[in-house]
């Protein structure tokens, strides 16, 4: 669910536009309002689920979403693949509650532009926002891993993909979109059984072990055809 709080029109040059999503609705409400004192910056809405955030952003396409990382419904590696698959302009910061959380890599690999820790002042949000509104990236020094996996994760994900078979690659690309095993398994007419063996076997090959690391590599895969 999310509050709308304001219905800037992204037609004339104005405010940074933001939307702010997190679980926890109070949260939400209290990074809601450190931003929206001040007047550089205008808060679109304020959720409190990835699914509302996620709906939110493509109504409104903000110049920055502001979101935890910890979302249960819809987490950051869904949005960040969603706002890649429509081609949104929107830069994602997120929430995190540690520097070694493996979602922190894996948001950073596919697109995230800052990560903010929960613990940090609330000023520091304000400084984040405008810096990457305006193209510059926030890795915290408590995280100095998180540049140079972004960087290898972009690396690998080009020849580590190609070492695939056709139907890996194609799971593999299909899981940066956020689909279940079920929905991959409906979309290429396969079981559900299938899909977790063809998983299993992309896990090894590609040396991850987990569901968002492969995001990460697939992602990064799609980028560098890009670039």
Not at 54 to 69: E, H, S, T, Y
Not at 116 to 124: I, L, N, P, T, Y
């Given at each position: 669910m999310c509050s709308q709080i304001s219905t800037l029109s992204k037609a004339l040059p104005g405010p940074i536009s933001v939307i702010v999503a997190d679980d926890q609705a109070m949260r939400s409400d209290g990074i809601a309002s450190v931003l929206g004192a001040h007047t550089d910056i205008d808060i679109i809405a304020a959720c409190n689920s990835g699914k509302?955030?996620?709906?939110?952003?493509?109504?409104?396409?903000?110049?920055?979403?502001?979101?935890?990382?910890?979302?249960?419904?819809l987490n950051v590696l869904d949005v960040l693949s969603s706002i890649a698959a429509d081609g949104f302009r929107t830069k994602v910061v997120c929430l995190a509650a540690a520097p070694n959380d493996h979602e922190v890599t894996a948001a950073v690999a596919m697109g995230a532009r800052g990560i903010?820790?929960?613990?940090?002042?609330?000023?520091?949000?304000?400084?984040?926002?405008?810096?990457?509104?305006?193209?510059?990236?926030?890795?915290?020094?408590a995280?100095?891993?998180?540049?140079?996996?972004?960087?290898?994760?972009?690396?690998?994900?080009?020849?580590?993909?190609?070492?695939?078979?056709?139907?890996?690659?194609?799971?593999?690309l299909l899981v940066c979109n956020g689909l279940s095993n079920r929905q991959l398994g409906e979309q290429l007419n396969l079981t559900e059984g299938t899909v977790k063996v063809h998983l299993h076997k992309i896990y090894r090959r590609l040396g991850v072990r987990i569901r968002a690391a492969l995001s990460a590599l697939a992602m990064a895969s799609r980028a560098s055809r890009k670039s």
């Open positions: 509302s955030a996620a709906a939110a952003i493509r109504q409104f396409v903000p110049d920055v979403a502001v979101l935890d990382i910890g979302m249960s419904d903010v820790f929960k613990d940090a002042a609330r000023d520091s949000i304000v400084d984040c926002v405008r810096d990457v509104f305006n193209g510059k990236h926030w890795f915290p020094s995280a100095p891993d998180i540049v140079s996996e972004r960087r290898i994760a972009r690396k690998r994900g080009k020849p580590l993909i190609k070492a695939l078979t056709a139907r890996q690659q194609q799971i593999a």
